[in-house]
């Protein structure tokens, strides 16, 4: 850690003063608050018959529903991608060739290699471990939850790869509408949750994913032309937003909860209004903190430490369940469930909270230590030859349908004699390959971890 804190000062130190700092800031912060909160929520204990049980903090602590208005902190990852998504393709097309179709489908793929070439160790390393449990005869129902447990993360590489592919037509959308571009989105998330909770329609709802965060990417677009630079205005739009979000949770339909919890739906599997009033709230709060945010990151160690955790942010994001899932097995099975008697909710549950985070990072330094280097260092798309239109579509649904099924269904079968679905794990390799990379790690000379991402 020390060396990787070392060359984490180096590039902090080479920074443009140009940089804005904040989006980097924001968006280590919204994994961090993502890891929290998943330790958190995810709570076994033992009960009184000393059989493992699966608790839902949410489940027995009413209260607990509010604190996922901070935990689920994904709108500010996409706000975050609008903003770099923004930048990335503005940089790109200014020294573009005439080829313009020819840019688009270079930068997609590289968009798409940088988020999904460090999600192969894990998809492939789960598939390992669920044809070895299932050999070895555990029952296909923990083999599930195992697996479905520690792959929680893939279903948003598979969201925001779609939405960073709308981006040119987001910028033209910008362009041409202003905040029009912004407000367009509300009313097919208001129609598709109107469709599904009043007339019963199915699987309308999965549109939501795109609705609801196309609109939270395009108020990136904002950020960056200085829309909210005003104090007074985001302030404002935060407290308007915190008004809807109140009247139509509190006072309205929609649960207070922005997880999965029992005794309701969810507003985030698929995303809700809710979700999306969540979103416009954290909006207005985050970027009203950002001048007083952009002095504190002029400080050389809290931006050491902020570009120390972009350049580990995807390892840390896609492992940090690995690791608790791994903590769990190794006290179940090798210590009889040491210090899993409180009952998640609890005063003594509480209390043992930060003992217990501080076990689930120890046990993800390895996974840092073995994958955060290789987590930028790759080479350019097909040695920067053109994949043809067709194949780059292709490969983004390829992509995207694996991820989904992986987070949907997961890639534990409960058929057939290996026990893994394995065109779950095929379909983002072949994406990978028809898009002209895979899962091969090239080392450049030096790892941009200081590069917009």
């Known amino acids: 850690m020390l060396t990787m804190w070392g060359k984490a000062r180096e590039l902090a130190v080479m920074t443009p003063p140009e940089r804005n700092r904040w989006v980097d800031f924001l968006r280590a912060v919204s994994i961090l608050a993502v890891v929290v909160g998943h330790w958190l929520m995810a709570g076994l204990y033992l009960d009184a018959d000393g059989e493992l049980r699966r608790g839902d903090l949410l489940s027995i602590s009413q209260w607990a529903h509010w604190l ?36 688009y489908r270079d930068w997609l793929a590289s968009r798409v290699q940088r988020l999904i070439t460090p999600t192969f160790p894990v998809l492939l390393v789960w598939a390992a471990l669920a044809l070895v449990m299932t050999q070895a005869g555990l029952p296909r129902a923990q083999v599930r939850m195992a697996t479905e447990a520690a792959l929680i993360p893939v279903w948003f590489l598979a969201v925001y790869l779609l939405v960073t592919a709308f981006t040119p037509i987001a910028q033209k959308l910008w362009a041409r509408l202003g905040w029009g571009s ?44 200085g829309k909210f630079d005003k104090a007074w205005f985001a302030w404002g739009w ?3 937003s915190l008004a809807i979000l109140v009247r139509i949770t509190v006072f309205g339909f929609y649960p207070v909860s ?30 009203a903190l950002e001048q007083p945010g952009r002095r504190m990151l002029e400080s050389v160690r809290v931006w050491t430490a902020t570009v120390l955790m972009n350049g580990m942010i995807m390892t840390v994001f896609l492992w940090h369940l690995t690791a608790f899932v791994l903590v769990m097995a190794i006290d179940w099975l090798a210590l009889g469930g040491f210090g899993l008697g409180p009952v998640p909710g609890t005063a003594e549950w509480w209390v043992t909270r930060p003992v217990w985070i501080a076990v689930y990072i120890l ?16 080479g350019p798309v097909r040695g920067g030859r053109t994949v043809p239109r067709l194949r780059a579509v292709l490969g983004v649904l390829a992509i995207c349908a694996g991820l989904g099924a992986t987070a949907g269904l997961t890639i534990a079968s409960p058929e057939g004699v290996s026990g893994v679905r394995w065109w779950g794990i095929a379909l983002p390799l072949v994406g990978a390959a028809l898009m002209g990379f895979g899962p091969v790690y090239r080392p450049r000379q030096r790892p941009g971890a200081h590069e917009m991402g």
Do not use: C
């Open 363 to 378: 046990a993800l330094l390895p996974f840092i230590g073995i994958f955060a280097r290789h987590e930028r260092s790759f």
């Open 258 to 287: 922005m997880v999965s919890a029992p005794g309701g739906f969810s507003n985030s599997l698929p995303p809700t209004l809710a979700l999306f009033a969540l979103g416009a709230m954290q909006v207005g709060l985050v970027l």
């Open 238 to 240: 935060f407290a308007i």
């Open 68 to 103: 996922t208005w901070g935990f689920q902190v994904m709108p500010v990852f996409f706000l975050v991608g609008g903003y770099a998504n923004q930048v990335s393709w503005a940089a790109t097309t200014a020294k573009a060739a005439p080829d313009q179709a020819g840019v």
């Open 182 to 225: 912004f407000a367009l989105f509300i009313p097919p998330a208001m129609l598709t949750d109107w469709l599904t909770f009043t007339q019963g329609v199915p699987w309308v709802n999965f549109t939501n994913f795109l609705w609801v965060f196309l609109g939270i990417h395009q108020l990136g677009f904002a950020w960056r032309a």
